[in-house]
């Protein structure tokens, strides 16, 4: 009996569904945000863009992607790209494995394929840093492969209109709404389909109350015929985010700023840092800290405090501003000045105030 309940269900679902392809693809094709990678749908642009998105927001995104494909603008170049550079186009991004991933993937279109992507939906996933989203959306949109993509915004929208009380978060019911879109993709159209359901999710069928009188599905909507629309998608709690103190150093030695590299494995791995100590670090015990590197202090000075939030982690910092003596080695810093922290040192966005911090003062017409 439970089995033919989910058949009669799956049919009801699917029958819902056929109705939306047509108005909403008409509905895209007017209200599409204009978007410099639809502009110009190539391979790259598109996955360079999915790739780049999958952690950010469309309009802070826009120019880290002009940026990107200007000074790499095809999987040669990318390929071919030194760390530093990548890591500097990328910088303030975060998850900073994707570009690495990018590279590897990259590397692999020039050696296997000559340095174009195959218009294959498996090729395309089997790449370094590919899911089934991203292979979805860039067969859909840059080869017309009749594929669904199914992102946290269709998510959202299949669950209001199909009235899914099924928590999203689940493999498998991300599993069942792919297969169901499987059945009602249109191929003449695969990319519009796809990408009208995304735009949908993100400026019509959005978190909360929705806009359901703009919405070209609103007819077909269980969701909004039961008045249920600001209850779903459902979504299960999420573990409390682990907390960790941590106390960032600014040190500076004659105009310039002490920098280090992150181990290469964990959180941020092989990125630069301003010097830094697990915990936070009694003020007192800078003396203590700076002795302990080999180095000899000025002055010191304690900072504004900084947050970031991480998906399963918020770092807690305190900072300090430790001043060396002139005649105070180096030890085994990295010292840059203002013009290499902006242009060729890339830091994670966890970093950014002290950062800013960092070029005030190296700015600052006192002598530091």
């Known amino acids: 009996m439970k089995n033919n309940a989910k058949e ?13 392809p047509g108005p909403l ?3 895209y094709r007017e209200n599409a945000r204009k978007l410099p990678w639809r502009d110009d749908p190539s391979p790259y642009r598109v996955w360079v863009s999915e790739i780049m998105l999958q952690q950010t927001r469309i309009e802070a995104g826009k120019p880290y992607f002009l940026r990107f494909v200007e ?3 095809d999987f040669s170049s990318l390929a071919e790209a030194e760390e530093e550079t990548l890591m500097k186009l990328w910088e303030g991004l975060g998850y900073y494995s994707r570009v690495r991933n ?6 692999i279109i020039v050696e296997k394929y000559g340095g174009n992507m195959p218009a294959d939906y498996a090729a395309i996933l089997s790449l370094p840093g590919v899911g089934e989203y991203t292979a979805g959306a860039v067969a859909s949109i840059a080869f017309g492969v009749p594929v669904p993509a199914v992102d946290g915004n269709v998510l959202r929208v299949l669950s209001r209109i199909l009235a899914s009380d099924a928590n999203i978060l689940q ?4 599993k069942r709404f792919r297969e169901l879109l499987e059945q009602v993709i249109p191929a003449d159209c695969p990319g519009d389909f796809n990408q009208a359901l995304m735009e949908l999710g993100a400026l019509v069928c959005i978190p909360g109350k929705a806009r359901c009188e703009e919405c070209p599905a609103r007819k077909f909507c269980l969701a909004r015929e039961r008045g249920i629309t600001e209850l779903l998608p459902v979504k299960a709690k999420a573990k409390p985010r682990r907390i960790e103190e941590r106390t960032v150093v600014l040190l500076i030695r004659q ?8 181990p290469e494995t964990g959180l941020l791995a092989g990125l630069w840092e301003f010097p830094s100590a697990e915990g936070k670090l009694p003020g007192e015990e800078v003396q203590q800290w700076a ?13 504004p405090p900084a947050k970031h939030v991480f998906s399963h982690i918020e770092w807690h910092m305190a900072g300090i501003l430790a001043v ?8 085994s810093f990295t010292w840059v000045g203002p013009e290499e922290l902006a242009g060729e040192y890339a830091l994670p966005s966890a970093f950014r105030a002290f950062t800013e911090l960092a070029f005030k003062i190296l700015q600052s017409p006192n002598e530091v």
């Open 291 to 303: 002795e302990a590197q080999g180095l000899s202090l000025k002055m010191w000075e304690m900072l």
């Open 25 to 27: 693809v008409q509905w």
């Open 171 to 174: 493999d498998k019911v991300k």
């Open 324 to 331: 060396l003596k002139p005649d105070s080695p180096e030890g």
């Open 255 to 262: 105009g310039r700023v002490a920098l280090q590299k992150r």
């Open 8 to 20: 009669v269900n799956r049919d009801q679902d699917l029958e819902r569904l056929r109705k939306i």
């Open 71 to 73: 000074r790499l603008p």
């Open 102 to 107: 990018m590279k590897k993937a990259a590397q």
